[in-house]
């Protein structure tokens, strides 16, 4: 089935300690999204791709960078993560933006920072 | 600017009992709403949405909701709520602006046998 994968499930890293969140796709949607999720609140875009344009949200902070290196697949990273970063990392697909279409998520990356 | 707004924190209803998730929204233009779930430690899943036509949206899983513009709301419904049905509920809606999605704080439904 065609789908947005996304890994690991959960992930622990260390304070300060760089960590990388995968994404894949197989519905060949142009777009790219990540969002951050903390504590059942509502998802918070950090940034997206619109094939390879990058594109960041104004309060996103430059610890957190991405790489889309194809079409199916992309990254978060975390330069130094803080305790505050703690959260689900959330990936998305669409096949556009801008209109009605909606988006697929994947499962979600659960982080966790000692 | 865009938003939406989702006055409770958490719904409860029996099962078999009719819900309603509400959902407010504040948009220049014509807006386009989405209504999104979330099972425990899972991504969000699409249930139904709203660009233009019939004000009253069918969805997945037995899920509608009604467009009223009068009343800038689209408010998820159901006749006859399952346990299963408990989880997180988002409503969004499309910046017209920058394209992407604006999500609500979230309605957790608890739905009791």
């Known amino acids: 089935d065609a789908m947005v994968i996304q890994n690991p499930r959960y992930q622990v890293t260390q304070f300060g300690k760089p960590v990388t969140l995968s994404c894949s796709q197989t519905?060949?949607?142009?777009?790219m999204y990540w969002y951050q999720q903390k504590s059942s609140q509502a998802p918070k875009l950090l940034f997206h791709y619109y094939d390879k344009d990058f594109n960041n949200e104004a309060d996103t902070p430059d610890n957190f960078q991405s790489r889309r290196p194809n079409t199916s697949f992309c990254f978060l990273d975390i330069r130094s993560p803080g305790l505050g970063d703690a959260a689900m990392y959330l990936c998305a697909t669409s096949a556009m933006t801008g209109g009605g279409e909606k988006l697929f998520f994947g499962s979600g990356t659960q982080l966790s920072v000692l | 600017a865009q938003s939406v707004a989702q006055p409770e924190d958490q719904v409860n209803v029996a099962e078999g009992n009719p819900l309603t998730v509400k959902c407010t929204y504040s948009?220049?233009?014509?807006?386009?709403l989405f209504w999104y779930v979330q099972y425990p430690n899972r991504g969000l899943q699409f249930l139904l949405k709203?660009?233009?036509?019939?004000?009253l949206v069918k969805g997945s899983y037995g899920f509608e909701a009604e467009f009223n513009k009068s009343q800038t709301s689209f408010h998820l419904k159901k006749p006859s709520a399952l346990v299963s049905d408990s989880a997180l509920y988002f409503c969004?809606?499309?910046?017209?602006?920058?394209?992407?999605?604006?999500f609500g704080q979230g309605t957790e439904l608890s739905v009791k046998p």
């Open positions: 948009v220049s233009g014509n807006p386009y």
């Open positions: 969004a809606v499309r910046d017209t602006e920058g394209g992407k999605l604006i």
């Open positions: 519905l060949n949607h142009n777009v």
């Open positions: 709203y660009i233009t036509g019939d004000n």
